[in-house]
């Protein structure tokens, strides 16, 4: 292989090791994050050194890897600093697998009332039964490949995102009104202090395919 290509290669691959060395569990999330951070490195000093290369094709295409860190950086700056999202901040529902799960290497468990934040998702109500909402609700976790548990009164799950392995945990509550059914959810992370709007996001999706499946008797209670 040209040398002039080793460090271009080496720019796409050390990204790719970091993440998915820590989503197997390979090396903690912290020593992939170094990778990837050497990784970006590499494709900063390829880009600097550009108007100087032998070959300009191949250090552009190293250069390359450095838009994703990029990316992430302004996608942090437009988000709130904020890792814990529920439909109810003010009486979230209880973390109670987390607390097992959790690690001295992991956030403590954020006490209520959560940080409040513009455009938070709303809860969910629906004519089903709470019996009915719980047992749509865990097939529909397990569809999307969670680790689910019955709590008290809901279900407690843990998602692990696709790069880095990232481990977060979710609550949801169901509670039997006069007239109707509410469901309220909780999504938080384990590390970092902003989840980038995955949380949001998360839940947001959720009550939508959860809605879906109980006949859309109400729509989620989304605010934009």
Known sequence: MPRSCLWPLLAWLLPLA???GSRFHLWPWWIGFAICFIGALVSLILLVCLPWSRNRYASGLGALPLLLPLLFVVQALRMPLINDVSTDPYNPPLLRWAAELRTAQDLPINSAPLKAVEAKPGPL????????VVIEANELMQELGWQVRPSPDGLDAVVTTGWFGFQDDVALRVFAGPKETRIDMRSASRQGQSDLGTNRARIEDFLIRLNERLG?????NLKP
């Open 125 to 132: 109500f629906t004519r089903a039964s709470p019996a009915e």
């Open 216 to 220: 859309q008797a109400y729509k989620p």
């Open 18 to 20: 970091g993440a998915l």
